[in-house]
């Protein structure tokens, strides 16, 4: 069974910082890549950054990228989302998620999910 807790969120005013945490425990976590989605009121569940647990490679989709940087500390078993230059358009209910397997980050693709930390940007 794997846990993974956010903590972080919180209200900030536009063009503010913020800094999530997720962190992992279980005696089988053993990650492939590590991620973030984001659900904003009225809106699907969208995939923000991912980063793969072995290499560090990031991933980010394109409108957080040069914003938003995903980072993860192997021994700690958290990854982080700094998050810079924040908009209205952030506001959403932000999910750290795992998945054990390569390939896209597709919801259906996702194993591990968090319960979700509030992120509100006051214009």
């Known amino acids: 069974q794997v846990h993974l807790v956010e903590s972080g969120g919180g209200l900030v005013q536009a063009g503010g910082s913020l800094r999530l945490s997720c962190a992992a425990s279980g005696r089988t976590f053993s990650p492939y890549a590590m991620g973030w989605f984001r659900q904003a009121p009225g809106k699907e569940r969208e995939f923000v950054a991912g980063i793969s647990w072995s290499a560090g490679v990031a991933y980010y989709t394109d409108s957080v990228q040069g914003r938003f940087t995903i980072s993860r500390d192997n021994a700690k078993n958290t990854v982080y989302l700094q998050m810079n230059g924040l908009k209205s358009e952030d506001t959403a209910v932000y999910y750290c998620?795992?998945?054990?397997?390569?390939?896209?980050?597709?919801?259906?693709?996702?194993?591990?999910w968090g319960q979700g930390t509030q992120v509100t940007v006051s214009s």
């Open positions: 998620a795992g998945k054990t397997r390569r390939g896209n980050w597709y919801q259906d693709q996702v194993d591990y």
